[in-house]
């Protein structure tokens, strides 16, 4: 899952940086729940035995597995990668979190990217919205996106999958709707299967608009919203503060990091014959990729 592995990767790498800058030790274990929700259960149980300082669970299934893990012993927990904390209920707030659990949101401006899907197509009237039913995390940005369908009236088809061979069926079911443009929210389970759908979508000359840059990176047209690997670096430095300062995740704000980056996969933008330049006035920075398995 490339967007995840950048986040990891990025938080070990300001772990280290932080224990080589303070001469310290900062002894890490990293696990991957591989989707499932009873290994991560198994990681929580695992972990809590363990008795460790901190745990960083890395989106939204696995914040609310960990969640659940150190209820009773109140270890902290500092989370990455959750797009609405409030709604999952993670959080009571995000100024004041409350309890043992804070940590970083990557939420999206989803209207900013339906702009974008009407700034390269003002004709566009029907809009297919691709996500897995079962994440919390898409529930609101797909209501966001429908909403704005509404506005604009500009009619929707959902389709949905809970594995990587059900989006690819939902997949294929778009091109036979022939919408204009597809959307798809911070979904993990699409961003999973990705890499078996672009070039559904491609050869049929319909955009996948998404709200990451790893999405563009795996073969999607566009993804846009906040650069994961600063996420990541977020993250580290909230445990840090954590476990150097004593800061109390109860009264630590969830940090939102800006949106505003749009990457474009240019080879993709060709054969859907879209001039992304329309772009660079809407965003804070655009940047161009072309279609691979992972970030360097």
């Known amino acids: 899952h490339a967007s995840l592995d950048e986040i990891a990767n990025a938080v070990e790498e300001e772990l280290d940086a932080i224990a080589a800058k303070n001469g310290v030790t900062i002894e890490y274990e990293t696990y991957s729940g591989q989707g499932d929700q009873s290994v991560l259960n198994q990681i929580g149980t695992q972990v809590v035995s363990e008795d460790v300082d901190v745990i960083i669970p890395i989106a939204t299934p696995a914040a609310m597995i960990m969640q659940n893990a150190t209820e009773d012993n109140q270890i902290p927990v500092v989370f990455s990668a959750v797009s609405d904390p409030v709604g999952a209920g993670l959080v009571a707030s995000a100024d004041a979190p409350g309890a043992n659990i804070t940590g970083t949101s990557d939420a999206i401006d989803v209207a900013q990217i339906m702009d974008f899907i009407l700034a390269a197509d003002p004709d566009a009237a029907k809009i297919g919205l691709l996500y897995d039913k079962s994440q919390d995390s898409s529930a609101s940005a797909i209501q966001a996106a429908k ?131 329309i772009f660079k006035d809407m965003c804070s920075e655009l940047i161009e990729t072309v279609t691979a398995e992972e970030f360097n």
């Open 147 to 277: 909403d704005y369908c509404d506005e604009h009236g500009i009619s929707y088809v959902e389709k949905t999958g809970t594995t990587t061979g059900e989006i690819q069926a939902a997949a294929d079911s778009l091109v036979a709707e022939k919408v204009d443009a597809i959307f798809t929210p911070q979904d993990n389970t699409v961003m999973t299967a990705e890499l078996a759908i672009f070039e559904k979508f491609a050869d049929a000359g319909i955009p996948h608009y998404t709200s990451a840059d790893s999405f563009a990176l795996n073969g999607a047209f566009l993804g846009y919203g906040v650069n994961y690997e600063t996420l990541g670096t977020k993250t580290a430095d909230m445990v840090a503060d954590i476990l150097a300062n004593g800061a109390d995740p109860a009264t630590t704000p969830v940090e939102t990091l800006d949106s505003g980056i749009v990457t474009v996969n240019t080879e993709i933008a060709e054969k859907v014959g879209i001039d992304y330049s």
